[in-house]
């Protein structure tokens, strides 16, 4: 079972009933989440232990929680985590409970890679004539040095990293 915290513009889009926050049964922990309006509209997704984001399809926004997953088994897979550690952290996301966001860094981090993800969407645009490569910019984003990991691993893919080979599960 995961939290997804939301945006409430992303609240006003789905219409889950909201629970109280609590703790994820994950390693990569709770989730928060916001709606990008790009055409077509994307998520942007942020593990709250590790920054990692993950961009996905909006619609249907009502099965964002239980089709977030499979595009985060993908990313996991991008970024070359092993296939036992996938495993799990997809087997545990076997429920998904919907709350309000409740932590303003992670908000802020929601902020910045909103606008980080717009240029390199254009940049993916630019380059391969091909705009909707969400999976490569999320692997870009996860590259970008954050401000509340600069006294750990700077970079959520470093995060990740760090969190998988430590054996946390």
């Given at each position: ?7 409430k ?15 994820s ?5 709770n ?7 790009w ?5 942007l ?9 993950v961009?996905m399809p909006?619609a ?33 996301m076997?429920?998904v409970?919907?709350a ?19 240029f390199?969407?254009?940049a ?13 910019i999320?692997?870009?984003l996860?590259?970008t040095?954050c ?10 893919d ?9 054996g946390?599960?």
């Open positions: 079972m995961f939290h997804l915290h939301s945006t513009k992303l609240l006003d889009r789905i219409k889950p009933e909201i629970c109280i926050a609590g703790e049964d994950t390693a990569l922990g989730w928060y989440a916001t709606a990008l309006f055409k077509p509209q994307v998520a997704l942020v593990s709250e232990k590790t920054l990692l984001p961009l909006l249907p926004a009502a099965t964002l929680g239980r089709r977030l997953p499979g595009q985060l088994g993908a990313v996991l897979k991008e970024h070359g985590i092993p296939a036992d550690f996938i495993a799990q952290e997809l087997w545990r076997n429920e409970r919907y309000k966001t409740a932590n303003r860094s992670v908000v802020g981090i929601l902020n910045e890679f909103s606008r980080q993800a717009e390199w969407l254009a993916y645009a630019y380059e391969k004539g091909d705009d909707d490569d969400l999976l490569a999320s692997a870009k996860a590259e040095p401000g509340p990991l600069y006294s750990t691993h700077l970079s959520p470093k995060a990740l990293q760090y969190l998988v080979s430590s946390a599960q």
